[in-house]
């Protein structure tokens, strides 16, 4: 259960407890209250009727008694009105059902009024002749509470939705900001690391997004600081640093990849290019003229091969290039391949060393290379093998050739 419903639930539970609370004090204060005017009613007309008929029940005049009883109990409300004589004979007495039409009977058990009794003596002088007892109706009383409560309920319930939504709302506004730190938290498991602007302004939440925007900057500068160093590592451990193709390891790494990884088995030819003579080169013109050169030689190599999608180009060794073209026809492999030498070859018109070496007998360089295609269904794990066996075979001629 998320943080908002928890709240939103112990704010209805406490604004339902609070008005329930709030209902029952003042259904109870308002019970106690017609307690006592139901008490009071009963005595003060006892206390009338006591005075008013004492010369009557002195003379023993029995009806005129019964006649002012019946004319209170007649016009006013009243469940019972006893009068006793002396010599405790009921001279009078008149009694009245409850009758309540429109209270609820569940409401009149749970209030249940204490209807007090009122009693005053009947005196001739200082000499007690009866007594006047008087039970006030309770009907009234039972109707003003239900009409009270009623009105109490409907009062306290409308407070309380619009309390409710009003909590509910201000909740909303000021717990956003800890949804705008979930996603946050989200955002940084996915390397997104921003922060959170503006800061909200409640103490607690400002410092709770303080610190994860300090996180996020913390992990940032760490992910920043791995990720160059990985890459460090990726150049250093694939890249060749003279001609800036990806080296041996770079190109055993990809090929086998494909090996590997594809579902279905995929056309694709394997070209190997080698100069020949380059460590007679770097003697005769130097080291620099030998980087030169290699550095000329892998850019046509790789220009060549641009055209085609998914393709690893790469320097094999000291004078091996390499170069897998996934996904191509024979003669488009073949195509390529002597573009790719033709190209290397014109370099001659551009690098004057290489002008003189290719010339010269006792310093001859020679370019050499080997294809090797697979057909769909094919063995492309041999590859390698079939190209290093035709660049062999080119070479065994002892000059500049291709053999495909």
């Not at 709770?208 to 996020?216: D, G, K, L, S």
């Not at 913390?218 to 160059?228: A, G, I, N, P, Y």
Request: glycine share 6%; aromatic share 10%; with cysteine.
């Amino acid at each position: 259960m998320t943080l908002y419903r928890q709240i939103s639930l112990l704010t209805v539970v406490l604004i339902v407890v609070l008005l329930t609370g709030s209902l029952v004090v003042s259904v109870l204060n308002s019970r106690h209250y017609f307690e006592k005017q139901l008490y009071s009613h009963a005595r003060d007309t006892a206390t009338t009727l006591g005075v008013s008929i004492s010369q009557y029940v002195q003379q023993e005049d029995w009806t005129k008694v019964n006649s002012m009883v019946d004319a209170i109990f007649d016009h006013g409300s009243y469940r019972s009105i006893v009068v006793v004589s002396q010599n405790q004979q009921t001279v009078a007495d008149r009694q009245s059902s409850l009758r309540l039409a429109v209270v609820p009977a569940w409401f009149v058990r749970l209030i249940d009024l204490e209807v007090p009794v009122g009693e005053s003596l009947v005196m001739n002088g200082w000499q007690q002749q009866g007594r006047v007892r008087i039970e006030s109706h309770p009907e009234y009383a039972y109707l003003d509470l239900w009409t009270n409560a009623q009105q109490a309920f409907f009062w306290f319930f409308a407070v309380g939705i619009m309390t409710l939504g009003l909590l509910l709302y201000l909740m909303q506004f000021i717990l956003r900001p800890l949804k705008a730190v979930e996603a946050q938290a989200a955002a940084i498991c996915n390397k997104d690391f921003s922060f959170q602007q503006p800061l909200p302004r409640t103490r607690e939440l400002r410092r709770t997004v303080q610190a994860m925007n300090r996180m996020a900057y913390q992990l940032k500068v760490t992910f920043d600081e791995q990720v160059m160093l990985i890459d460090q590592v990726r150049e250093q451990n694939y890249k060749d640093f003279v001609t800036g193709l990806g080296n041996d390891l770079f190109f055993t790494s990809r090929y086998q990849g494909h090996l590997e990884a594809p579902e279905e088995s995929t056309s694709g030819a394997v070209l190997i290019l080698r100069i020949n003579g380059l460590s007679q080169y770097n003697e005769v013109y130097g080291r620099a003229a030998g980087d030169q050169l290699l550095r000329q030689v892998s850019k046509y190599w790789q220009k060549n091969f641009n055209d085609v999608q998914g393709n690893v180009i790469a320097r094999r060794s000291g004078a091996d290039f390499i170069a897998w073209l996934p996904n191509v026809s024979a003669e488009n492999a073949e195509a390529h391949l002597h573009a790719a030498y033709d190209s290397i070859i014109r370099l001659s018109t551009v690098i004057k060393p290489l002008t003189n070496a290719l010339e010269a007998s006792e310093s001859s360089i020679h370019i050499n290379m080997g294809l090797a295609y697979c057909d769909v269904g094919g063995n492309e794990s041999e590859l390698l093998s079939e190209a290093d066996l035709a660049l062999r075979q080119s070479q065994n001629k002892g000059q500049s050739g291709v053999r495909d």
